[in-house]
């Protein structure tokens, strides 16, 4: 008899679609899943960016824009992820016919990642001139099944009249973040995870020639020289635009850094307004780095690693 669920069936019952407010449900519970997806996350990141060296940016501002923007990417992300992986799953389990079960749902995000893969990683890459890279299709197809697949099953978990699934969902999250912030603690307490140091510098240390990944060069002699052949030079006005290069000899010594607990080093070089200036020694002892801004610390950094 139609709206009759057979026993033991654990998916919708046969004949009877899901009713406007129980959509609604469904994709409330995927963007909270999104959400909860994307603190962790970062709680992660946290925990971790102690282990590395500071990246440029300006954290404040992103944690704001986070705030705001976050809400409306996971509402944007529920709507065109898991609504389109909804309702494939269940046109295709009526077409065999069949109950759809979670691992059916589950089966059709991963082809659905799949597709989204291929277009992001071969079909934009083509239609821009660029060839495709398979490691990066590989890699698109993984995150987006890591991504959408815990959001979408919660959402059909809500879809199929399981309550307060979003309520458990923050809850699992209200002990799931603390749960890494205490495990990561204790990594750093046993010394699996060490806090970042930056290298310990003398005037051996920087002696020799630093390049980046373009052909620029710099040359630190004993007698207080470097050379600059090709470094880049960019405009503090210009958002990290590269506005010419610097060629010419002048004089280094070392000078207290913008960054605390970091060595500086400042260059003195004619004619090079933007070389000439105070440069961080960061990387680590065996891949040691120097760098600088290029311009507001929003845009990045420019550095030329060691050469061995």
Known sequence: MAGVRPLGA???????????????????????????????????????????????????????????VGPIACTIAAVTVTWPVLLLSRWSARRRP???TWWWCSATCVLMAA???????????????????????????????????????????ALNRHRHVASLTLGAAAVLIPSIVLQGAGLYAVGLLRVYEYPKVDQGFMLGTWSDDNGGLLTFTADGKVTADGV?????????????????????????????GAQGVALN???????????????????????QWMGDPDIGWYGLDRDR
């Open 269 to 291: 070089i004619p004619g090079c307004s933007y070389v000439t200036d105070v440069w961080t020694v960061g990387g680590s002892q065996d891949h040691p780095t120097v760098h």
């Open 115 to 157: 597709a989204g893969s291929l277009t992001l990683g071969v079909v934009c890459p083509l239609l821009l001139g660029v060839r495709p890279d398979a490691v990066v299709v590989v890699g698109l197809w993984l995150s987006l099944v890591v991504f959408a697949s815990p959001a979408t099953l919660l959402a059909r978990a």
């Open 232 to 260: 880049a030079e960019y405009d503090f006005e210009s958002f990290g635009e590269k506005s010419g290069e610097c060629d010419g000899t002048g004089t280094w010594t070392f000078a207290v850094s913008d960054t605390e």
């Open 98 to 100: 069949r109950p759809e």
């Open 10 to 68: 654990l998916g919708p019952v046969a004949g009877v679609k899901p009713r406007g407010p129980r959509w609604v449900a469904a994709l409330w519970t995927a963007a909270v899943g999104f959400g909860v997806e994307g603190v962790v996350t970062v709680v992660v990141l946290i925990m971790l960016t102690p282990h590395y060296e500071p990246a440029p940016g300006n954290y404040g501002l992103g944690v704001a824009l986070a705030m705001f």
